[in-house]
């Protein structure tokens, strides 16, 4: 069992200058400080020392972001910018010692958002990159979920986003995100389930970062002497990726991978005239896709949970 206080103090400001009627500059900045105090006490079943101790961790950073903006027209604009941004540190209770360090990162953001065609298009494009110094990462060690730092990782991407009405009430929305992911700067972890010597992750992909997500979906709106009626299909892909740091490249761990998948979905709404009641008929995963949300090696029961 544990108890834990925990408190965060943080002074910011931020503020944009028009160069001109066009540029604009905005520039922010902030500085937290966090405090976290726990008290933990754990019991061993069979073996082993009971642990009963008192753990007090300050954390502090400065961070900020800088952007530059730009219009091309009334309904184009362009930006770029700079961020950087902080996690607290903490504390794993079910552990006897120690404590997890902060996640920093630096974001870089270059994109464009618009709205075309007498704002019957609304298209946005991305591109990101982001660098994290002790990535904080998820595991399970002895059954438990353990924060633990990764040395490093690094992140590009691009993201495109659509809205667009047709006409008649017709609209088709759609998005598709590319990531490149990949842990860095000598990240060492042990096998959960045989222990061991640290194993080096550099250039594996990071956890539930599937490189190719992407969705469309189309809808039809009509109005009717009883309320508007309103039917809609979207589709979402998603692509193969891990839940491990490993790539499932461990032995008797291969289904810590998930395939890649599409989930398909529709709905039927009604509203009424006055927008007082409405009424949905929805399927969602219509293709009845079984796919894992999580899994989790657990060394005490020497298996693959999902």
């Known amino acids: 069992r544990g108890e834990?206080?925990?408190?965060?103090?943080?002074?910011?400001?931020?503020?944009?200058?028009?160069?001109?009627?066009?540029?604009?500059l905005t520039l922010g900045g902030r500085y937290t400080k966090d405090n976290k105090d726990v008290h933990r006490e754990t019991r061993q079943n069979i073996g082993g020392p009971a642990c009963d101790q008192h753990v007090e961790e300050?954390?502090?950073?400065?961070?900020?972001?800088?952007?530059?903006?730009?219009?091309?027209?009334?309904?184009?604009?362009?930006?770029?910018?700079?961020a950087k941004g902080f996690k607290s540190g903490g504390f794993n209770?079910?552990?006897?010692?120690?404590?997890?360090?902060?996640?920093?990162?630096?974001?870089y953001e270059i994109g464009?958002?618009?709205?075309?065609?007498?704002?019957r298009l609304r298209f946005n494009l991305a591109?990101?990159?982001?660098?994290?110094?002790?990535?904080?990462i998820n595991r399970f060690v002895n059954s438990a979920i353990t924060v633990t730092n990764a040395a490093e990782a690094n992140a590009f991407g691009l993201e495109i986003e659509f809205v667009a009405l047709l006409g008649g009430g017709f609209t088709v929305d759609g998005g598709i995100t590319y990531l490149d992911t990949e842990y860095a700067g000598g990240s060492m972890f042990a096998n959960t389930i045989l222990g061991g010597p640290q194993i080096n992750v550099d250039g594996n992909d990071l956890e539930r970062a599937p490189p190719l997500k992407a969705y469309l979906g189309a809808q039809f709106d009509w109005q009717t002497e009883v309320g508007r009626i309103t039917l809609r299909a979207d589709a979402s892909y998603s692509d193969?990726?891990?839940?491990?740091?490993?790539?499932?490249?461990?032995?008797n761990q291969e289904e810590m991978e998930q395939d890649a998948y599409t989930i398909t979905n529709a709905h039927l709404r009604w509203e009424s005239n006055a927008g007082k009641y409405a009424a949905t008929l929805f399927v969602q995963n219509i293709g009845n896709k079984l796919y894992a949300q999580t899994r989790a090696a657990l060394g005490t029961l020497g298996g693959i949970y999902a």
Not at 62 to 67: F, H, P, Q, R, S
Not at 71 to 81: F, K
Not at 95 to 107: K, N, R
């Open 4 to 24: 834990q206080d925990s408190s965060s103090y943080a002074v910011f400001g931020q503020t944009t200058y028009d160069a001109t009627d066009r540029l604009h």
């Open 58 to 82: 300050d954390w502090s950073e400065v961070t900020g972001t800088a952007i530059v903006s730009y219009d091309i027209s009334d309904d184009v604009m362009t930006y770029g910018s700079i």
């Open 93 to 107: 209770i079910a552990e006897c010692g120690g404590a997890f360090d902060p996640e920093t990162i630096l974001a």
């Open 112 to 119: 464009l958002k618009s709205t075309l065609f007498e704002q």
């Open 127 to 136: 591109a990101f990159y982001y660098s994290w110094d002790d990535i904080q």
């Open 240 to 251: 193969r990726h891990y839940f491990d740091v490993f790539e499932a490249s461990l032995p």
